[in-house]
């Protein structure tokens, strides 16, 4: 596998979002309960545009911290990176929140860069001061369980969103 780096989003990196967004076909599932998530790229379905929200990114950088999966080899971004340095933010219930929010362009899944993004997070968690995160995906994402656990995740428990009906798992894993 090739090598990769988690880069910081900044406001330079319009065009790059918008391409790797756009590799998301319309029909393809997402597996969030907001079907215009892609995860890593949290917030971005709630702006017109993606310079609007790199605004945003910048404005949270003192909790929340989004990142761009480049593969080092052809500085392609192959995947999305959300890194909460708390778990009580405003925007999201605790009980469902997730430390760490992931994604891989469709087109460059199943080469093992989910994993190496996710051990990339772990570190970058450890840097801000974590020593446990928690991850969390819905029951029926298999391929992101598999991810978690290859990484040292420990499945804590699963609970049911009233609103969404989604039954999610909720995983424990050691930063860095």
């Known amino acids: ?5 988690l880069v910081p989003v900044t406001a330079a990196d319009a065009k790059i979002i918008e391409e790797y967004c756009a590799a998301f076909p319309e029909s393809r599932m997402r597996v969030t309960y907001e079907e215009n998530r892609i995860p890593g790229l949290d917030h ?13 990114t910048s404005l949270m950088r003192w909790g ?24 009580q933010y ?7 929140a997730s430390h760490i929010g992931y994604s891989v362009r469709p087109d460059e899944r199943r080469k093992g860069y989910a994993k190496a993004q996710l051990r990339l997070a772990l570190e970058e968690a450890r840097k801000i001061g974590l020593e446990t ?17 290859a990484c040292g995740g420990v499945l ?21």
């Open 44 to 56: 971005l379905e709630e702006y017109d545009n993606i310079a609007d929200w790199l605004q945003y």
């Open 64 to 87: 929340i911290t989004w990142f761009k999966t480049i593969r080092c080899s052809d500085g392609k971004m192959v995947g999305a990176v959300i890194l909460r340095h708390d778990l």
């Open 133 to 149: 995160v928690r991850i969390v995906c819905v029951d029926y994402n298999t391929a992101s369980r598999r991810t978690i656990e």
């Open 156 to 176: 804590r428990d699963s609970i049911r969103g009233e609103e969404s009906g989604l039954e999610v798992l909720r995983f424990d894993v050691a930063a860095g």
């Open 90 to 96: 405003y925007d999201d219930d605790p009980e469902f």
């Open 1 to 5: 596998m090739e090598e990769l780096q």
